[in-house]
């Protein structure tokens, strides 16, 4: 038995020693890599402006905290749901290394 070489290892050896198939696309041509990046940015950015928001409130430059609770609970639930991907993939990965070839 082998030891865990990776995902493109295994997708090598069910395809016969080949090279792993293309990766899958969405109507927009996007790979699963290019969407879950995107969405990194995303948070990344909405947790900037929670930041942002949070400072200015802190510092007296706006006085609209409805405003910084809304861009702190944007950004808390784009953190939330980008960690449920990342835990279904994390699931998904170790039950492929599961598969016995």
Request: hydrophobic share 40%; no cysteine.
């Amino acid at each position: 038995m082998r030891g865990s070489g990776g995902l493109n290892d295994l997708l090598r050896a069910k395809a016969g020693g080949g090279a792993a198939e293309p990766a899958a696309t969405d109507a927009n041509g996007d790979t699963f890599k290019d969407a879950l990046l995107k969405s990194i940015d995303q948070v990344n950015q909405l947790q900037g402006e929670a930041a942002t928001a949070q400072e200015d409130i802190a510092s007296g430059r706006t006085t609209n905290l409805e405003d910084v609770m809304l861009a702190t609970q944007k950004a808390d639930t784009a953190f939330r749901a980008l960690l449920a991907v990342r835990n279904k993939v994390t699931a998904a990965y170790d039950e492929l290394k599961q598969v016995r070839i």
